[in-house]
């Protein structure tokens, strides 16, 4: 991370390593901290990252950063200048999307950054973790901005959910596609040959972009792509953390501390429908809490069973 035109792949695994050491050293390495939101800063000043999903591994960084302890990540931000630049990145890659083409080839508008539902469930984390703080103790950059901030959490609860639901369904019907395993056995030869010849397509595909890596017009970027299909074997401390428990809680000791000032903030700031919303998720939150702790119970009681 501290050396300029290094490669924006190496950059990314040097953010999960970082994310790695934060997550399961939770309350043991605050003198990392700062050094580490340094990096982030200098990288988007001095070299900043083309690729989406480097940016995203970026503000990831400091997202756990802000999980980890709000208090001491903002004051290393203030330390370091870089306050209102990272937030004026972050909260507008959070709202960047790009046209493509859904399944029945119909023109939708797909988000840039943030995709998957580690990355979200990260951004909520870090994002709810400042509406502990008392107001009078952050920045005054990050208090100005509070409103954007929890516009930002309750659109980024709105997609995981929605992911999440698209997940399920890929897998129910993956599951009913097993159940054909034995005739998909029994495919025609013209078939296998059309396989054949997809197949030789991908491989030239890659041979190409090796062929540009090797005379400087490509990147290892360009051949891998970004990561969020990985996240499925990811395993992470946060794992067990409920998003919207989690959000609830900070959102409520923000209105413990400030009840004017959020009832202020979330008027002016909240469409009718974030507002909505809102209610929604502390309304839905105990129950949440209550289905989660069934669901250990039961896990606890198959366990005991063997």
């Not at 300029?4 to 934060?22: A, F, N, W, Y």
């Not at 990392?32 to 690729?51: E, G, H």
């Not at 493509?100 to 909520?124: L, P, R, S, W, Y």
């Not at 596609?177 to 025609?188: R, S």
Request: with cysteine; net charge negative; charged share 30%.
């Amino acid at each position: 991370l501290q050396a300029d035109e290094t490669p924006e792949r190496d950059v990314v695994e040097g953010c999960k390593l970082s994310e790695s050491l934060i997550l399961n050293c939770k309350g043991h390495i605050d003198q990392v901290i700062p050094p580490l939101l340094q990096l982030v800063v200098n990288k988007f000043r001095n070299d900043a990252p083309k690729k989406e999903f480097c940016r995203t591994e970026l503000l990831k960084m400091v997202s756990n950063c802000l999980y980890y302890n709000p208090e001491g990540t903002l004051g290393a931000l203030e330390a370091c200048g870089g306050t209102g630049e990272i937030f004026q990145i972050w909260l507008q890659a959070l709202q960047t999307t790009t046209e493509a083409e859904d399944d029945d080839g119909n023109k939708i508008q797909v988000k840039t950054h943030f995709k998957g539902m580690h990355d979200q469930k990260v951004c909520i984390l870090g994002l709810s973790s400042i509406l502990r703080m008392n107001p009078a103790s952050m920045p005054s950059t990050v208090q100005q901005g509070l409103g954007h901030i929890l516009s930002a959490l309750i659109v980024l609860q709105k997609e995981i959910d929605e992911n999440r639901k698209r997940k399920a369904a890929e897998a129910e019907r993956q599951d009913d596609d097993g159940d054909d395993d034995d005739d998909a056995a029994l495919q025609d030869f013209d078939d296998d040959c059309d396989e054949e010849v997809g197949g030789q397509e991908d491989m030239d595909s890659v041979l190409l972009k090796l062929a540009q890596m090797r005379d400087g017009n490509g990147t290892w970027d360009d051949l891998f792509g970004d990561d969020e299909d990985d996240e499925d074997e990811y395993t992470s401390p946060i794992d067990d953390v409920d998003e919207v428990i989690y959000f609830v809680e900070c959102f409520k000791a923000l209105q413990a501390a400030a009840p004017d000032q959020v009832q202020q903030v979330a008027g002016a700031s909240l469409s009718q429908d974030q507002g909505t919303m809102l209610q929604q998720l502390i309304d839905f939150a105990p129950t949440r809490a209550a289905e989660l702790e069934a669901k250990k119970a039961q896990e606890a009681q198959q366990a005991a069973q063997g």
